[in-house]
């Protein structure tokens, strides 16, 4: 077994402890040993940035709260660990979840048959993640590709400190790792709305694919795969793990972006369907819209302007949008205003009905399928005997 700096004993029990209440299983002893092999603050940098409770961040720096630094970095908690342009960029996952996906794509004799022998990782962050590949698999067996070169060489730097020596590469995950592949797993630290055709040409047949899932309406899933001998790849969601979502290389453009043309006002209605319904939290329901209404996302205001709480609905990719108010009084209709090419109340309206009619799917009834060209098909196991109609689709467009 690898040597490294040991994690303070107390802090490591306690984590050792949290982490095997989501698993909902007692934690397999290869995992056990990994954890312990892998102390969580060798890969964590000294200012940490935790959630605040009012929904932002706060600092937690090393030099100046040492203590509450090393109860963060052994607390099961997602840490930022970077911010660009105002947001977190890049963030150290759960630990319980890091596990999760782990145990889900198959790695270890945890999880019963034989030992991959190539492993990708995409993202490597930290390294954590990466770390505890090595110290299941070894180091031989895993590769982790970083798009930002700072993060990578910082990665291989924490790796290093931890006594480990994967292949660390900076390049486009989108990409997977060529010089690498095959690979019998590959392990995404980051979420995706399609799976890149890369990944699955770079998987052996009967490997597995696993990487958190996104959406623009709702960032939250994890999606496995099989790998087939023709190419294709089929599995299921999980209903675990809301990750950052991936980012590509920056490319220059020929000049700035040409902002939307004006909308005229849009149109009025009422609508009896409540917006707390949609975006107020069913994880279930909102992952069938992010699904169903593809470049459709919400924010919710309150900040009294327009209406005592109003629902905003942008389509990510046009002009089009929608607002739903709730007048503070009345529960049983919404005013609605839409406007745009794409009538996005209406669509969110249609998928949140045909969502009810399927019998409220949770997310694990959910099936998706790639084929060899890369198009994606998503069905729905509805307990009736056959699965439910194919869901997943572009928005319609305009015709130029």
């Not at 977190?88 to 759960?94: K, Q, V």
């Not at 958190?212 to 496995?224: D, I, K, Q, V």
């Amino acid at each position: 077994m690898k040597t490294s700096p040991a994690a303070p004993a107390a802090h490591l029990g306690r984590l050792l402890a949290d982490v095997t209440e989501p698993l909902g299983r007692q934690l397999p002893p290869e995992y056990e040993r990994a954890l312990r092999t892998v102390p969580r603050h060798l890969f964590l940098p000294d200012r940490l940035w935790l959630r605040d409770g009012d929904g932002g961040y706060r600092p937690c720096d090393r030099s100046t709260n040492p203590d509450g630094w090393i109860t963060a970095a052994y607390t099961d908690t997602p840490l930022v660990t970077r911010f660009t342009d105002g947001l977190p960029s890049s963030s150290a996952s759960m630990p319980s979840m890091v596990l999760r996906t782990l145990l889900l794509a198959g790695i270890g004799d945890a999880a019963g048959g034989a030992r991959p022998r190539r492993v990708l990782e995409l993202g490597t962050g930290t390294g954590f993640n990466a770390a505890l590949l090595c110290a299941v698999l070894g180091d031989d067996a895993v590769s982790t590709v970083e798009l930002d070169p700072l993060l990578a060489a910082q990665g291989e730097r924490n790796l290093e400190a931890a006594g480990f020596a994967p292949a660390v590469s900076c390049g486009d995950a989108a990409a997977g790792w060529p010089p690498g592949a095959p690979y019998e797993r590959v392990v995404a630290t980051f979420s995706v709305d399609r799976v890149p055709p890369a990944w699955v040409e770079q998987t052996t047949a009967g490997g597995r694919i696993v990487t958190p899932w996104t959406s623009a309406w709702c960032r939250y899933g994890t999606l496995a795969l099989t790998v087939g001998r023709n190419g294709t790849a089929h599995g299921r969601f999980h209903a675990f793990a809301s990750f950052m979502p991936m980012r590509r290389p920056c490319r220059d453009t020929a000049g700035p972006a040409t902002a939307p043309a004006p909308q005229r006002k849009g149109a009025t209605s009422l609508s009896p369907l409540s917006p707390w319904l949609v975006a107020g939290g069913d994880l279930d329901a909102e992952f069938h819209l992010g699904l169903a209404v593809p470049g459709a996302s919400f924010a919710w205001d309150t900040s009294g302007e327009h209406a005592p709480t109003r629902l905003h609905i942008a389509d990510d990719e046009g002009p089009s949008w929608a607002a739903v108010d709730y007048d503070g009084h009345s529960a049983d209709r919404f005013t609605v205003t839409q406007a745009g090419p794409r009538l996005l109340w209406d669509e969110i309206t249609a998928g949140y009905t045909h969502w009810e009619t399927l019998g409220r799917p949770r997310i694990g009834q959910y099936r998706l399928s790639v084929n060899t060209a890369g198009d994606h098909t998503v069905q729905v196991e509805t307990g009736r005997g056959r699965p439910g109609i194919t869901i997943l689709g572009e928005p319609s467009r305009p015709s130029p």
